[in-house]
């Protein structure tokens, strides 16, 4: 039996995770392409190497350069990714953008569906996430409130991440990925 599964399983499309702020984008898709030997983007990640620190960005140059700088990142990790099962975790707000909206749909865009109470304890250990400054839990379910629709609409699978370990969710990803992909199939056939 192989350690790691192999990735034609899962489709030749970049996967990308979506959701709100502290959902585990970042933590379960680094755990996802190390099951499947898949390359791993961060998005907020590449923004930072290359532009400083986010809250710097939106301290000195505002959110909607930020918005900007992380359009491009997004559309530069995708094309690369293009025919691979890269897998690729975007910041909370990226999907608000309509270019980037549009070049997910060549993606297997994943949804980690959550609530307040599982993310409260991240949320009060905030740093670095500009939008969250002050009433952090208030602004969090605001945002989520005005974003939940546009998440669920460009959703091809959704996973729900109030229970379960990093490593456990990265399993039923998988698995749930491996499902998304037979059923694609089987429709094309
Ligand atoms: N299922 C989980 N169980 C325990 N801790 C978790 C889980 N998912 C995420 N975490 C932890 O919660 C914190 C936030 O997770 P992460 O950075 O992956 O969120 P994110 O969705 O990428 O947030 P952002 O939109 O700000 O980039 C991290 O410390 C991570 O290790
Ligand atoms: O939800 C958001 O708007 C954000 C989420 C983070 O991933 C970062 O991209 C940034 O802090 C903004
Ligand atoms: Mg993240």
Known sequence: ???????????????????????????????????????????????????????????????????????????????????TATVISLGGGAVLDSGTQQLIGRCTVVYLECDADTVAARIARNSGRPLLAGDAMGRWTEMFATRKPVYERLADITLDVRHGSISELGSRLEAALHNYVAAKQEVEK
Request: hydrophobic share 50%; proline share 5%; no cysteine.
């Open 1 to 83: 039996m192989p350690a790691q599964s192999s990735t034609g399983a899962v489709g030749n499309r970049p996967i990308v995770l979506i959701g709100p702020m502290a959902v585990g984008k970042s933590a379960i898709g680094q755990q996802l392409a190390q099951q499947l030997g898949a390359p791993f983007v961060d998005t907020d990640a590449v923004i930072v190497a290359g532009h400083g620190s986010i809250a710097d960005i939106f301290a000195g140059r505002g959110e909607r350069a930020f918005r900007e700088i992380e359009a491009r990142a997004v559309a530069s990790a995708v094309d690369a990714a293009e025919g």
